[in-house]
């Protein structure tokens, strides 16, 4: 189909996009690519998808999987599979469910994951709630509470943990990250250059640098913290 204005616009098996759309819902279910610029108030996609050029929505929702080679802004970003931007992601929320790569940055307002990730620059948001299940790799987290732990609670993931390390080589979930700023944070099972809040907690198997904290720091004896300064 070419580009244009619509109301409605549903794809059910396999399609194309050629131009520019604008219209007030898309809905995808099998596979499409769109080769212009997508302006829809509301998205849809069980399948797979494929966008060459920015995508402007007030909500998506992604079941399966879905790539923009552009950059994306959206008021509420859902996603349930995996996602793959090529630029950068802006909006309010972010529920992610599954696996995501961002290219650049990702700036919102509430970032809420159960998966694992790869975020090219800075995790931006007042609220960044992380459950490892997978890799979670980013440059740089800021934002007001910051929370990092496995999906499975910290003291089932340490015994099964014990237990399976005995017989097994596998290497649980860890968060990789450059710099962690905040106010409130709490980290477990992360590598991180340097650490800097208000009040900082140090979860089980960290490996942290440097912390550098202004009210109070707490470090579990299963963590690794090299240096630590009060500002």
Aim: glycine share 10%; with cysteine.
């Amino acid at each position: 189909m070419p580009g244009g204005r619509f109301d409605q616009v549903k794809i059910a098996g396999s399609g194309r996009i050629d131009g520019d759309v604008e219209a007030n819902s898309l809905s995808i279910a099998g596979s499409a690519t769109a080769k212009g610029n997508i302006n829809i108030n509301d998205i849809s996609i069980h399948g797979s998808s494929h966008f060459e050029k920015d995508l402007r929505s007030e909500a998506i929702s992604v079941a399966g999987s879905a790539k923009v080679d552009g950059s994306i802004q959206a008021s509420k970003l859902s996603i349930s599979g995996s996602f793959h931007c090529g630029n950068s992601i802006k909006g309010d929320t972010l529920t992610l469910r599954g696996y995501m790569k961002v290219a650049q940055d990702v700036e919102v307002e509430e970032f809420d994951a159960n998966g694992g990730f790869s975020i090219s620059g800075l995790l931006n948001a007042e609220q960044v709630k992380i459950k490892m299940d997978g890799t979670c790799v980013v440059k740089e987290i800021g934002g007001e509470k910051i929370h990092v732990s496995q999906r499975l609670s910290s003291k089932l993931t340490s015994w099964l943990q014990n237990i399976f390390s005995r017989f097994s080589k596998k290497k649980y979930n860890k968060m990789r990250a450059e710099i962690i700023e905040g106010d409130e944070i709490y980290l477990e099972h992360s590598h991180v250059g340097t650490v800097r809040g208000s009040n900082v907690t140090i979860g089980p198997n960290c490996v942290i640098d440097q912390v550098e904290y202004s009210d109070s720091i707490h470090v579990d004896p299963n963590a690794k913290v090299k240096n630590k300064r009060r500002l």
